[in-house]
């Protein structure tokens, strides 16, 4: 199993550019997050969804859209990024035996300049 | 909304043991989780109490306290790959939302 994965690793825009940061996953897991990491700090929950077709919004949403066509893939969009989006984006799913444990991808590093 | 507290840097000898306390302020509490962060990396679970007590992995070990909204993780045995960022998390009783403390930065010394 590949685990959770997100493309790309590292991604710089101009102000006012959008884009698309991709995330799957091959465990067949329900539920899926998308977390900022800012330099120093905690990971805050941007959107979450609990399964295909299923969305909603975590603490920090203004400004990102997310879908969940498929089990697998879960993207997420900046609309027009601001420099205020510079972060560490890390994607997740949750398993474990009693659904406990979040399974984190690699991060994607991005610079909004 | 939901709050959790815990000491943003620990420093600590190899071989030393460590606690790194959170104390949480929840509408709703199914249960307390840690993870580890290496510098550059990603989180990575270790581990999730949701009943009052002690839960031991290895070197590691986790405590919940519901009545004292408190938990602690321990590190026993330190070595110096257990220099990272230990963040406390707590799952809401909806669905599996999690939400993170700031992280305490553990860094261990020769």
């Known amino acids: 199993n590949a685990g959770v994965t997100q493309t790309p690793k590292f991604q710089v825009l101009k102000t006012g550019q959008s884009m698309t940061l991709q995330c799957a996953q091959d465990m067949n897991h329900e539920y899926m997050s998308w977390y900022r990491q800012d330099p120093g700090m905690g990971l805050r929950l941007i959107h979450y969804?609990?399964?295909?077709?299923?969305?909603d919004q975590g603490e920090v949403p203004n400004g990102y859209n997310v879908s969940r066509s498929t089990t697998e893939d879960f993207p997420l969009r900046l609309l027009s990024a601001a420099p205020s989006q510079t972060s560490v984006y890390f994607c997740?799913?949750?398993?474990?035996?009693?659904?406990?444990?979040?399974?984190f991808g690699p991060g994607t590093r991005l610079t909004v300049l | 909304g939901q709050s959790l507290e815990q000491p943003s840097e620990v420093t600590a000898v190899e071989g030393a043991i460590v606690q790194i306390n959170c104390t949480y302020q929840t509408s709703g509490f199914y249960g307390l989780s840690w993870y580890q962060q290496h510098d550059g990396g990603a989180p990575t679970f270790l581990s999730y109490n949701a009943l009052d007590g002690l839960e031991e992995t290895g070197r590691f070990s986790s405590f919940l306290s519901r009545s004292d909204s408190y938990g602690y993780l321990l590190l026993q045995e330190l070595q110096m790959k257990d220099s990272a960022s230990y963040f406390c998390?707590?799952?809401?009783?909806?669905?599996?939302?999690?939400?993170f403390g700031g992280g305490t930065r553990v860094l261990v010394k020769p």
């Open positions: 969804s609990v399964g295909a077709g299923i969305t």
């Open positions: 998390a707590v799952k809401e009783a909806a669905g599996n939302k999690l939400t």
């Open positions: 997740a799913s949750t398993g474990g035996q009693f659904h406990n444990e979040q399974f």
